[in-house]
């Protein structure tokens, strides 16, 4: 573990200010750097905290804006912005772009090094970054197992890993099957973990506000989903190489 330090940074994106959490490990040489994105709810202390834990074992780490500061708390209002966003790449592009330039120019980020980490909404985002053909070092999602459009995951240049409930309403199987099959026809090295028994966002904490249907948090896996992106993180983007 290492001391860090973290800052708010704002940026534009989307015709809003997003407000994001930068987490940055101890030094001043440059390291490799993850772009990490929330669930459609928006930036949470959640990914605050994620952010702080990958700074503590060397990354620099971005927890990146959905809503322009805002966090989403009725189910309604979130749908509302994010089931548009989802079905328009370009403009998920637009928004995972803004955030992975202000990584890019933070002093202490290896640009050549950086992977992408997200979740739900924000996992969904960092997929497009890799069929826009950004040059990552890893890809993982955890409730995203998301389509794009055709032939574009060709572009992917790096590991893709998948996190996925058995039990997810909104990403039941037969989304899972349509991501795998876009990414083994695109030639991807691509992983995909089903946790068994568990709902939508289990690796979400429970939280004081509804949610939609089909979300439930469930410890073990949440616990294990973290392991498996820590994994992933020191396979393909180790701090020292």
């Known amino acids: 573990m290492t001391t860090i330090t973290t800052r708010t940074v704002e940026y534009p994106a989307d015709g809003l200010t997003m407000i994001g959490h930068l987490a940055l490990p101890a030094g001043v040489d440059r390291r490799p750097a993850v772009l990490l994105g929330p669930e459609g709810m928006g930036l949470s202390d959640v990914e605050r905290r994620r952010a702080d834990a990958l700074a503590e074992l060397g990354y620099v780490a971005l927890a990146f804006d959905l809503h322009g500061g805002r966090y989403l708390g009725d189910p309604e209002e979130m749908l509302a912005r994010c089931l548009p966003l989802l079905a328009d790449p370009d403009r998920m592009r637009v928004i995972g772009h803004a955030a992975l330039d202000v990584l890019r120019t933070e002093p202490q980020t290896d640009p050549d090094r950086i992977a992408a980490i997200g979740y739900g909404t924000g996992g969904a985002i960092g997929l497009e970054l890799g069929r826009d053909g950004v040059n990552l070092r890893a890809i993982g999602t955890v409730n995203a197992t998301t389509t794009g459009r055709p032939g574009e995951a060709a572009r992917i240049r790096c590991p893709v890993w998948a996190g996925v409930g058995s039990e997810d309403p909104i990403m039941p199987p037969a989304q899972r099957d349509a991501f795998t099959a876009e990414m083994q026809a695109a030639g991807v090295d691509w992983r995909l973990v089903v946790y068994g ?44 190489e």
């Open 197 to 240: 028994g568990a709902l939508h966002a289990f690796h979400h904490p429970p939280v004081d506000h509804p949610t939609v249907p089909g979300v439930g948090y469930h410890p073990q896996h949440a616990q294990r989903a973290w392991r498996d992106v820590v994994d992933l993180l020191a396979e393909c983007l180790p701090v020292t």
